[in-house]
């Protein structure tokens, strides 16, 4: 009997050993065949599916960075996740090497996506801008480190797909294997640095696809959400006077200024009207030393577009875009309306404002609080 038991026991466990080398085979039958197929797709074909990948990827980074909602973070628009290093698809908190982002996969969780994967089936990797994962103060006049391609260009963040495994590559499952740049990039990639590429510096061998957040496409989207939350914040009224710039204060004498934070109880300065439960974010990243406020109860300002006009407006915002260097503008801290608004209508302190197409000369933006 206890022979017979014996015997049994052997026959199953060679069974479950065949039953897991069939598996294995079986695995590594698909892959390869999945890999004879892929190595078949046209180029043009496989890259398409890759920056299809690279969008999506793109578009969910841009909205939550715009949220500015992050879980368990500081409330803070323009804040980007950081990477994810543990291959669990969660932003973990950013890894550096010299002042530069580590990068890693991106963290499609946190992002609400599904795991998005090349067309070689390689996960996507991601890097933020040191200056944008929430160890500084976001707002207009923010800088980006991140390059490429050699550009000027400054980067906000990188989406980057590996592709296949080239020649003098190896991808290990596992950590630290598959967080090592140079088993899955090329040429700059595969250095931890701020300069990245998307195309090979010679004629070595390059199928790393990139594709980039410019801070200067990001900035006005950046500037749009913080109008829309203040204007709400704004909307329900009484709009306080403004402050003067370089000031937190309200001042009763003034209609244009900056957002007051403060109430000035001083002689003829009282501000009765009280002030708006502000986002912290909006003292905290500098963003009361950069908004145009001005308000008329009576609805007397304007806004001139390129095709109409507004009238009856009780109070507006204006956002002053990057610093335009040609116009002298100079932000540290501004001295004068003109160090944050672009045109003489803008600047001229009446009651008319003008709203223009973006140009090398003009970008600020202008939201109606209150018609």
Known sequence: MRRAACAYDQRRQRGAALLLFVIALVLASTYALLKQVNGHIPKPVRDARSTRQLGQARAALLGYA????APSAPDEPG???CPDYDLDGISDSCQLDSGHVV????????LGLAELRDAANEPLWYVPAPEFYGNQSINSDSHASLR?????????ALVLSPGAVLSGQSRPAGLPYQLQPGRYFEGANAIVDNDYVSRPAGNGEFNDQVLAIRLDDFIPALERRVLRELGQVLASGPFPNPA???TTACDNSLTQGLLPTTIDTS??????TGLPPYPAWFVNDGWQKL???AVDGGGALSVAYPSTTTTGIQALLLAPGRPIASLGQNRSPADDVAD???????RNMDTVFDALPASASYNDQVFIVAP
């Open 66 to 69: 715009l949220a500015g909602k």
């Open 79 to 81: 804040r980007f996740p």
């Open 103 to 110: 990068p890693g996969r991106l963290p499609w969780v946190t």
């Open 148 to 156: 490429l391609d050699g550009s000027g260009d400054e980067i906000v």
């Open 244 to 246: 003067t710039i370089d």
């Open 267 to 272: 002689g003829a300065l009282v501000c009765d």
């Open 291 to 293: 908004v145009w406020y």
């Open 340 to 346: 944050l608004l672009d045109s003489a209508e803008n």
